[in-house]
């Protein structure tokens, strides 16, 4: 039988990986100033959905919930409005 | 105070964007060929994530969470191939 300080230990590595991972993502962007291939639909619904997960959260009264999702909605978010500055400044030239 | 159905309105709501919010990026992966914007250590990290995820749904018996992650698991892992398909045609040129 597995205990379930294991099982939890695969739980919390699953949310650091699913959340650390936009990290190079972000990184990625700031330093190429390229957005072109990354979807702008995808963050749009991402940005939204992991806002949910937030307010599921507080309502839940879930902490480790609450803290995965606030730093996922923030480097998605980062990632999101490089994209609409791209996307608008295109529309803009 | 909020009705329980409700809270799980928000959970499902939250899943489902963040689940099907992949959809447009394969969707654009595969229409425009083009990945160069798209961070392989991201999709490297955030696939392994999603795969641990779905350990943690097996071992907790959890459908819902299986079911959320395993069709994140395959956008996510179609999106990781078609990077890794264009890393090594770049590197081979």
Redesign the interface.
């Known amino acids: 039988m ?1 205990a379930v300080d294991k ?1 939890s230990l ?2 919390y ?13 972000v ?3 700031i330093q ?1 100033r ?6 702008l ?3 749009c ?2 940005v ?3 806002f ?2 937030c ?2 959260g507080v ?2 009264r879930d902490l480790p919930l609450i803290m995965a999702n606030l730093i996922t909605l923030i480097l998605s978010g980062l990632i999101l409005a490089m994209k609409l500055r791209d996307t608008t400044s295109k529309v803009d030239n």
């Open positions: 597995i099982i695969v739980g590595g699953a949310a650091i990986c699913t959340t650390c991972s936009f990290i190079p993502q990184w990625q962007v190429s390229n957005t072109e291939s990354i979807s639909l995808m963050y619904i991402f939204f959905g992991v949910l997960w307010v599921y309502v839940v």
